[in-house]
Protein backbone atom coordinates (compact mmCIF):
# COMPACT_ATOMS: atom_id res chain seq x y z
CA UNK A 1 0.00 0.00 0.00
CA UNK A 2 1.04 3.86 -0.27
CA UNK A 3 2.84 5.46 2.56
CA UNK A 4 0.76 7.25 5.18
CA UNK A 5 -0.79 10.43 4.81
CA UNK A 6 -0.56 12.36 7.95
CA UNK A 7 0.27 16.29 6.79
CA UNK A 8 -3.16 18.61 6.70
CA UNK A 9 -2.09 19.35 3.36
CA UNK A 10 -1.46 15.85 2.17
CA UNK A 11 -4.62 15.35 3.58
CA UNK A 12 -6.83 17.72 1.96
CA UNK A 13 -4.50 17.25 -1.70
CA UNK A 14 -5.46 13.57 -0.99
CA UNK A 15 -9.70 14.51 -0.46
CA UNK A 16 -9.24 17.21 -3.60
CA UNK A 17 -8.19 14.73 -5.54
CA UNK A 18 -10.55 11.94 -4.31
CA UNK A 19 -13.49 14.54 -4.91
CA UNK A 20 -12.28 15.39 -8.31
CA UNK A 21 -11.78 11.63 -9.48
CA UNK A 22 -16.35 11.19 -8.26
CA UNK A 23 -16.80 14.28 -10.71
CA UNK A 24 -15.23 13.04 -13.33
CA UNK A 25 -16.85 9.70 -13.02
CA UNK A 26 -20.32 11.43 -12.09
CA UNK A 27 -20.05 13.93 -15.43
CA UNK A 28 -19.10 10.91 -17.50
CA UNK A 29 -22.47 8.99 -16.83
CA UNK A 30 -24.96 9.55 -19.19
CA UNK A 31 -28.19 10.24 -16.92
CA UNK A 32 -30.27 8.23 -19.80
CA UNK A 33 -28.20 4.98 -19.83
CA UNK A 34 -27.00 4.77 -16.46
CA UNK A 35 -27.34 1.59 -14.63
CA UNK A 36 -27.68 0.49 -10.95
CA UNK A 37 -24.11 -0.53 -10.98
CA UNK A 38 -22.78 3.11 -12.13
CA UNK A 39 -25.22 4.82 -8.99
CA UNK A 40 -23.98 2.16 -6.41
CA UNK A 41 -20.26 2.87 -7.65
CA UNK A 42 -20.93 6.32 -6.87
CA UNK A 43 -22.32 5.77 -3.54
CA UNK A 44 -19.55 3.58 -2.81
CA UNK A 45 -17.03 6.42 -4.04
CA UNK A 46 -18.34 8.96 -1.97
CA UNK A 47 -18.61 6.57 1.21
CA UNK A 48 -15.03 5.40 0.81
CA UNK A 49 -14.34 9.79 0.39
CA UNK A 50 -16.39 9.89 4.11
CA UNK A 51 -14.31 6.89 5.34
CA UNK A 52 -11.20 9.10 5.07
CA UNK A 53 -12.48 12.67 6.44
CA UNK A 54 -13.21 10.18 9.81
CA UNK A 55 -10.00 8.52 9.91
CA UNK A 56 -8.38 11.94 9.32
CA UNK A 57 -10.43 13.37 12.06
CA UNK A 58 -9.08 11.24 14.51
CA UNK A 59 -5.86 11.41 13.69
CA UNK A 60 -5.70 15.10 14.86
CA UNK A 61 -7.23 13.72 18.23
Known sequence: MGSSIT????????????????M?????????EAELEDID?????IDDI????NEFKHRDL
Open 7 to 22: GKNEQVDFLKTRLNMF
Open 24 to 32: EVLDAIDPE
Open 41 to 45: RLIEM
Open 50 to 53: ESKC
